[in-house]
């Protein structure tokens, strides 16, 4: 299984992005989707989840921004992204548990100018 994630790019401060990540495969027991991102020079943190039941939990500092949501019949999860700011440059990961195993995908690139 590998995850395909794309939507990223540049865009102004203040703007809106719609990160996707698409699933080549099944994944059987996924409990929890993630997305991750990793700035210049700085370690990779975590942005958000979703769980099975549809629960959702953000990083503060995203929080009231960035909506996580997935639809399993299409075997996506996505990020939209509202109100971007410059801080929010990075290289987004999405992270799917399950299972069987830990899956990642290769990481889209987000520019916010400002």
């Known amino acids: 299984v590998q995850l395909q994630a794309s939507g990223g790019g540049l865009v102004q401060a203040g703007g809106s992005l719609r990160l996707s990540c698409a699933a080549s495969?099944?994944?059987?027991g996924a409990w929890a989707r993630r997305w991750y991102r990793q700035a210049p020079d700085k370690e990779r943190e975590?942005?958000?989840?979703?769980?099975?039941?549809?629960?959702?939990t953000y990083a503060d500092s995203v929080k009231g921004r960035f909506t996580i949501s997935r639809d399993v019949a299409k075997k996506t999860m996505y990020l939209q992204m509202n109100s971007l700011e410059p801080e929010d440059t990075a290289v987004y990961y999405c992270?799917?548990?399950?299972?069987?195993?830990?899956?990642w995908g290769q990481g889209t690139l987000v520019t916010v100018s400002s």
């Open positions: 975590w942005v958000a989840t979703i769980v099975a039941n549809g629960s959702v």
């Open positions: 495969g099944s994944i059987n």
């Open positions: 992270n799917i548990i399950a299972k069987y195993g830990n899956y």
